[in-house]
Nanobody
């Protein structure tokens, strides 16, 4: 069972940049599709970005497209979310998730993910 640990959250001002990291415990990290989700206070968890097992296919939610970039480093068993031009509405707990896959796919739905990290809080002040 893979364990995921997020880091990099904190309090930043609008317009700033932050990079989140998600470290995986499994040496078979490369066998999982990965994704970032977020949950703002009082709202449901929503999809942010996803990447396939090899890292050559990615997708981003419309709300973050052009500002956020997902990537992964299989050698380091780590996934990243580079967040630029942050807005107050980006304030949320960001969680990484992993899905067992048998091909070069990515998943964007909460129900498709098999493992979750505990999340890291990003607060963007105006």
């Amino acid at each position: 069972q893979v364990q995921l640990v997020e880091s990099g959250g904190g309090l930043v001002q609008a317009g700033a940049s932050v990079r989140l990291s998600c470290a995986a415990s499994e040496h078979t990290f490369g066998s999982y599709a990965m994704a970032w989700f977020r949950q703002a206070p009082g709202k449901e968890r929503e999809f942010v970005a996803a990447v396939n097992w090899s890292g050559d296919r990615t997708v981003h939610a419309e709300s973050v497209k052009g500002r956020f970039t997902i990537s992964r480093d299989k050698g380091k068993n780590t996934m990243y979310l580079q967040m630029n031009s942050l807005k107050p509405e980006d304030t949320a707990v960001y969680s990484c998730a992993a899905a067992i896959v048998t091909g070069p796919y990515y998943y964007t739905d909460v129900s498709q993910m098999d493992y979750w990290g505990k999340g890291t809080l990003v607060t963007v002040s105006s």
